[in-house]
């Protein structure tokens, strides 16, 4: 028989689809209390019909509205899910709006978060934080300047938490996966070209498998932190290089 987990509540954002969805139904499934944010209110209503999770409506970088939210909530897992890629463009043609928002969101939003709940976690020395990164953030690829570096930021930014917790019980896991059939690519590919591209003829990872991955890491002794783990579908390799042809003068 397995041990009763040590924690009670649990906060995912980006929870209305892909895995931040799936993670929401794991979690209540294993009978967390589970504050779902999202901006979409119908979406969120269906989800906490669904789930029986808690929404919370509210714009992930308004950091002050969630913590609002969840006054005199004592919240032992934060699953920092939400994230965006906004374009897929070379660098020299991206909106300079669009690189404010990936950062806002991709970076800072996770981090302004941790520091709204972390310092309860501390003085409970109880808690877990979850990010999910990105392969885009452990290696370059072409039309991702921006999203790559947020995501690396956020992989560094775990290997320094996990310095400053040392001695709190308060673990810190980053999830880094590789191709996942969720709705990312949907502003950063026009039309239905993400379908067809990314996924039709491929076995992407679904987002139901990483919700796996984080109850795993989650249900795992308190002394036993998955600091990362990176996650591929059997057909991708991360990494290798692109060569072009200069035109001749």
Known sequence: ????LPYQVA????????IGRATVDRLCKMGLTVYAVGRN??????LARESGAKPVRADVRDTAEIVRQLHGTEVDILVNNAGILSTRAQFSEIETSEIDAMI????????HL??????AMVERKRGHLIYIGSSGGQAAYPNMAVYGPTKAGL?????????DLLGTSVRVTEVVPGRVQTELYRTAM????????LYDGYRPIQPSHIASIISNAIELPVFVDVARIEVFPTDQATGGGT???FPEQ
């Open 104 to 111: 806002d969101i991709n970076l800072k939003a996770p981090m």
């Open 243 to 245: 060569m072009v042809k």
């Open 1 to 4: 028989m397995s041990e009763p």
């Open 11 to 18: 906060l995912v954002t980006g929870a209305t689809s892909g």
């Open 114 to 119: 941790t520091r709204a709940f972390l310092p």
């Open 190 to 197: 026009a039309g239905n070209q993400a379908r067809t591209l």
């Open 41 to 46: 209110a119908e979406a969120l209503e269906e």
């Open 155 to 163: 992989s560094l930014f775990c290997d320094n938490l996990r310095c």
